[in-house]
């Protein structure tokens, strides 16, 4: 199988690449602009074949592509490649408006192609072990009562549209584990930083909804003490809060025990990125994504595009 990869920045070196090039059957061809780097990784990961083109990738053969590129190229390479019949993934955000992303969504559907979208979060195995419901379809015998998904910045305050778009969206993403919540039904708060000169920086937003008899609530704070992220769930008499993606706390029975990783999880395994290769491998393979999952991936950024337009029309 032969992989085209469109831009090579320190998310596709640092998680991407190391995963990738660890897989069988798997080839992979480097795209991006600057032919420094493009020299500097294609010698690093030992990969004989290479281009500053993406339209290239086309010669060279490819049977799919993984976008890595910064947001605002998104619509463009993916409609691309999708509009030539070509499997294409896409790291959050799939594009910088909701309105991209469906007719991205449409062209997918019209030419019978897979569009997967990089949220690594639903791949993070000790939640998979641990959290029912939330990294998997919902259990009856253990009904999730409430989620918090926090993921806070230090001193890291944005334009808006960036920091929901390329950020708050995975906070957002991780509890929206059903993809059907109309935006009507959120209660958002938002602040933004006083001391900023032009004082259109947003430093926090927290989204909450109530659906099926579960809290939902997605948070991020900009002005954090301390880059983080908290995760806390609760079921009947059984509570989980996590500080990191290999350890974390477990009470019931009103009891406490620590849940943690096997040793020597690999740290790309223990935050979800081999398992979200497996499964993109797997769509390239079969040519098909489930329905839920690409239902989830364009509500998410509808409630990301909703997000933004209420925080925005509630600060005029």
């Known amino acids: 199988m032969k992989i085209g990869v469109i831009g090579l920045g320190d998310i596709a070196e640092k998680a991407h690449l190391p995963v990738l090039t660890q897989l069988a059957g798997v080839e992979l061809v480097f795209c991006t602009r600057n032919p420094e780097r493009l020299k ?3 010698e690093k990961f030992r990969i004989s074949e290479y281009y ?6 086309v010669k ?14 998104h619509f463009e390479i993916a409609r691309f490649f999708l509009d030539i019949g070509m499997p ?17 969504h449409d062209l997918a559907e019209q030419k019978q192609q897979p569009l997967f979208v990089g949220f690594n979060r639903r791949y993070i195995p000790l939640y998979q072990a641990h959290l ?4 998997a379809p919902a259990s009856p015998d253990v009904p999730l009562l409430s989620l918090r998904w926090e993921k806070n910045r230090y001193d890291l305050t944005s334009e808006t549209r960036t920091f929901i778009f390329d950020d708050f969206i995975h906070p957002l993403d991780s509890t929206n584990i059903h993809g059907s919540i109309s935006a ?10 006083s001391t900023a000169k032009d004082e259109t920086k947003l430093a926090r937003l927290d989204v909450q909804w109530q659906q099926g008899g579960t809290l939902f609530h997605a948070s991020m704070n900009r002005l954090n ?3 983080n992220e908290v995760i806390s769930a609760t079921y009947r008499n059984l509570t989980y809060r996590f500080n990191s993606f290999v350890e974390g706390n477990k009470w019931q029975g009103n009891r406490h025990e620590i849940v943690k990783l096997a040793d020597w999880t690999p740290m790309l395994a223990s935050k979800g990125f081999y398992g979200m290769a497996e499964h993109w491998l797997d769509v390239i393979k079969t040519g098909k994504q489930a329905h839920d999952v690409t239902q989830r991936n364009l509500h998410s950024h509808y409630l990301a595009e909703s997000v933004y337009q209420k925080v925005v029309a509630s600060n005029v």
């Open 60 to 73: 060279a053969g490819v049977d799919a592509v993984m976008i890595h590129s910064a947001t605002s190229s």
């Open 184 to 193: 009507d039904d959120l209660f958002i708060t938002s602040q933004f930083d």
């Open 225 to 227: 003490g301390i880059t």
């Open 132 to 135: 029912p419901s939330v990294t």
């Open 88 to 104: 294409v993934f896409v790291d959050k955000p799939l594009a910088s408006t909701y309105q991209e992303c469906e007719q991205l």
């Open 40 to 42: 500097y990784l294609a």
């Open 52 to 57: 500053t083109d993406y339209k290239d990738l």
